[in-house]
């Protein structure tokens, strides 16, 4: 089974932290680094169909 090991998780979640470090407050626009290190892949199908792909594996259908 393919995927990402423990330390390729570990340094994806040390990104998303660091990412949030630099906010100043809740984020209230937008922010293109913050979605990047969040989001693998965003799918769009017939239908209007999205299906969001974060790097964690989690896929969410929207």
Excluded: H, P
């Amino acid at each position: 089974m393919g995927g990402i090991g423990k330390e390729g998780k570990r340094g994806e979640g040390e990104g998303f932290i660091d990412e949030l470090g630099v906010q100043q407050g809740l984020v209230a626009k937008f922010d293109r680094r913050l979605w990047l290190s969040l989001v693998e892949n965003l799918e769009v199908n017939r239908g209007s169909e999205v299906r969001v792909t974060f790097k964690d594996g989690t896929v969410v259908g929207v």
